[in-house]
């Protein structure tokens, strides 16, 4: 069983290291996870993706390619 203790100490190991994944992901890479994520999970069109994330219809495209 996991105390509360453990968990804070298990959280303040495991942030620093999300933070510096999350910094070290490129722009490309954000933009396929947010993406796909908008595709699939939530069945919105590349348009509406676009829009969401501020860039072209075509881009989005591609980014769902690398995906």
């Known amino acids: 069983m996991i105390t509360t203790t453990t968990a804070a100490i298990v959280a303040l190991i495991l942030l620093p290291l999300i933070?510096?994944?999350?910094?070290?992901?490129s722009k490309t890479q954000?933009?396929?996870?947010?993406?796909?994520?908008?595709s699939h999970?939530?069945?919105?069109?590349q348009r509406?993706?676009?829009?969401?994330l501020g860039v072209s219809q075509s881009?989005?495209?591609?980014?769902l390619k690398l995906a």
Do not use: F
Request: glycine share 4%.
């Open 19 to 25: 933070v510096i994944v999350w910094a070290t992901e």
């Open 30 to 38: 954000r933009q396929t996870r947010q993406a796909k994520r908008l």
């Open 41 to 45: 999970h939530y069945g919105l069109s």
């Open 48 to 52: 509406e993706i676009a829009q969401r």
């Open 59 to 63: 881009t989005v495209s591609r980014r």
